[in-house]
């Protein structure tokens, strides 16, 4: 059982090995850096048919309600050291 264990364990490893070397890198930029845009992909992507135009209103929501949420947080310690007691609903303070 330990040898059959053994041997399946190895073919494994062999495989695995196998198919990370089939790619011989030959147009990596850089070790490790060999992505390589299909043929026909713009060199520049804005104005592009692959440009994503993003809303800048969908974009700055994270941030809007990162600040949101530290102004709340503000108003719950400054309670908390005025009083002692924490009070997470900000409309109740």
């Known amino acids: 059982m330990k040898?059959?264990?053994l041997?399946?364990?190895s073919a494994m490893l062999a495989a695995m090995s196998f198919?990370?070397?089939?790619y011989d890198g030959t147009n990596?930029?850089?070790p490790g850096v060999c992505w390589e845009p299909k043929p026909?992909?713009?060199d520049k992507v804005e104005g592009s048919k692959y440009d994503p135009k993003?809303?800048?209103n969908e974009?700055?929501?994270q941030s809007q309600s990162i600040a949101e949420m530290e102004a709340r947080n503000q108003k719950r310690w400054e309670h908390f050291n005025k009083t002692g007691k924490l009070v997470y609903d900000v409309d109740e303070i």
């Open 19 to 22: 198919t990370a070397a089939a």
């Open 3 to 5: 040898k059959f264990l």
């Open 28 to 30: 990596c930029k850089e």
């Open 7 to 9: 041997l399946s364990a």
């Open 54 to 56: 993003h809303d800048v």
């Open 40 to 42: 026909g992909y713009p």
């Open 59 to 61: 974009l700055n929501k």
